[in-house]
């Protein structure tokens, strides 16, 4: 459940901050985030990333639907990629990459503060 | 092991950040390519989607409405000429940034910065010809003769700075994000820099080509190849004109010592194949409503972002329409509640190289005459992307600069020619523009036409009043026979051009009794002219099919003119083809495809149509025929040019047995029936493997009409295989890669009635609907309305900003 809401809470982060912030500033402040949030590395890692990596897809996806632009797909050829889809699966990771290692980041910013771990096996 | 972990991780993860916003050789930094919200996605909303009711200008005096029609055209309302420029320079920006930066930057020599090391040729060579040179003398001259001028475009300067200003990263155009880079301030130096860029897109010379021709084929053979006046020219100013002015004396020198050498050199490049242009006018008397109606179509490469720009500019004062440059102040061709303009390129050898014979090695005094002059050095700094920049030093002579020197383009051969040309004097046609813009009648365009210097155009008139007109106004020097046909030696004063022809010498006509006014880049007078005009490139064929059909319509209509501009009747073909098919004879007739293919031909009605299969097999028969009759000519090392078309269809006409068709290095006497029979060869050999790729060979299919995007290598921003008729030396002049570029027809009633029409869209975003909408229209041969608006108009109205 904690998983999820700070995989939704990230995505949120990037919804309110990213337009107007560069990436760079959003990745400061999902780092804050997850070190303010308790949570396990692993789980920091992956919501993160999530959270960056589906809002970042989901705009895209949002952008290139409600415009019916084909800059999209002339992007994808200019890349050599040939169409949109891997254009749209590399945002995704790229953002999921960004967020994922910006959380690990804050996550294990907290556990330097921590005085002594209260759950050893994570979570 | 914790304080380990983390560093370890946030160095990992200020890598990764670092990382994605590096570029990797060609790859642009990924991480701002591709965020949502800043990178390229942003690019794929149109215009309409992102409109605002208020945008902020400032330095107006008050405020300025915009208006945007249907189709992205936006009329701007202001209540003077600052205002309304420094509007135009914000809205242009605001639609066409990378495209006005990216042509000053190719005009600067400056696309090295852009690319990196790929371009540093091309940079060289704008420098080296003295565009910026040329544009630094023309912000001068602009200065101190005209500060009106001056004002206007400093305040259109400001309104294009003001929108880089206030630029975010979502809107910033989508080459910026791949070519990674920013937009930089606009100047006036710029928008001089761009008219002087037409000027080199317009202008050539083959002087080098000529020497060479000289010194291979002597005078007598030149002069039969290459006749200036070739028997049936149909020039611009109607033949029979009377010249109302006594010429200015021209002495030529007696005895006139050409340099001998014969020069392998990479000559500069010259305008696209397919450059030119249509305009005319039709007086009241021909047609249906008694209206004059004007007409005009420049023939330029076909690009994306389209050249042109579809703008309405007013003010209490006046109220212009028609095609804008990006870049440049006011309507390029177009027409106001008065009168209507267009142009076409007035070619004229207006491009002259003196030989320099430099003292010593030092290159610091030349020999003129008994004396020696003083060069001066120019030091061009050419920054170029990843590396650093390149040094090139360009010697001036008085003539100008020496292009060709031991450091470029010699083949080590040890040559020194400067360029003499008029682009380097201080001239200053943005005024032109300003004044034709408001101009009400004949006079308004006449005092216009002064200022204009180069790139020489037909300026072609018609106004309210009833009047039609035709003036070729450039700056134009004054020539003995000849001159300036090969090159000359510097170190001759008596080479130096005399002067320039006035102004008022300049051919023109207002009114003639034949009811209309025409030109298509042929030659701009009969040979009764009192001076010497010569240029290479004079066509022959969409003038005389022009005139021939206007000679005979009447009850005229804006339809039947705008049909006109999309006649794809193949003249050169019709001229051609039965010579051609007579000469073949009957030996081809026993091979199935040579049957099916003449037969095809004999049933053709030279309608160049982008369905019918006839003009493909004519135009790579001619082709093939062509090249084999000028093969010893096109063989030689040195660079020559061909005889026209038009030249070679005489002779084939008149002299099928001449020894022009003979090819001296064979034991054979050649004529032309044994390069006809050779070329139909070839047309089997191509078509056999055209029909075996390919298949179909329907014209259209074959020549495949390409507008391409300013940077080749964006190949999925160009739109290829376009549907539509016509050729080079037809009136619908679309071939492969060039053709009509701006389409306008205006009837001059009492209320103007306007269309036009480009191969485009008003939107320079690839990603917007508005980028490339019009080329459907446009190769249909259909128009889009271009009446004047009313700011309170409210049919077709997209939106509305107004600017405060």
Redesign the interface.
Known sequence: MKFILFTFLTAVLVLIFNPFLPYWSVMIIIAIFAALIDNGGVAAFFAGGLGMGLAWLGQSIYISTFSGSSLPDKMGELMGFGSEMPLLALTGILGFLLGAFSALTGSLLRNLFKRKPDNIYGG | M??I??LV??A??IA??VA??TPFGAIPP???L?????G???????ED?LAEDELELNNLSSEVQVVYDENLIPHIFAANEADLYRAQGYITAKHRLWQMEFQTMAAAGRISEIVGPLAIDLDRMTRRKGLAYGAEKGIKFTQETDPETYALLEAYADGVNQYIDQLE?AQLP?EYK?LNYRPEPWTAFKSILLLKYMTDMLVGDRDLEYSNLRKILGEVMLDKLYPEYPIGVEPIIEAGHKWDFKSLEVTRPDSINYPNDQLVIDPLPQPEEGTGSNNWAVSGSKTKSGNPILANDPHLSLNLPSLWYSMQLTTPNHSVKGATLPGALGVISGFNENIAWGVTNATRDTRDWYKITFQDKARKAYRYGERWEQTTFRIEEIKVKGEPALIDTVVYTHYGPVVYDKTFNSNRQDVNFALKWNVHEGSNEQKTFLKLNTAKNHDDYNVALDNFTAPAQNFVFASKSGDIAMRIQGKFPLKWKGQGKFFMDGADPQMEWQGYIPNEQNASTLNPSRGFVSSANQHPTDSTYPYYVFDNSYEFYRNRRLNNRLSEMSNITVEDMQGLQFDDFYLHASEALPIMLDLLGSDVENDAAAKKYISILKQWDFYADPNQKAPTLFYIWWRETYSQIWKDLSENLAPVVLPSYYQTVLFMKNEPNSEVFDHKKTSERETAATHIKFGFKGLLEVMTKWEEEEGDFSWANYKRTKIQHLVPQ????SVENVYTGGGAGILNATSGRSGASWRMVVELGPEVKAFGVYPGGQSGN????FYSNFIPIWANGEYLNFDLRTPDQVDGLLFKTNLN
């Open positions: 914790k304080y972990g983390f991780v946030l990992l993860t990764l950040g994605v916003s990924l991480a701002p591709l965020d949502p919200n800043h390229f996605w942003q690019n794929s909303i149109s989607e990263d989508v791949i964006f190949n999925s921003f690839p990603g917007s609907k």
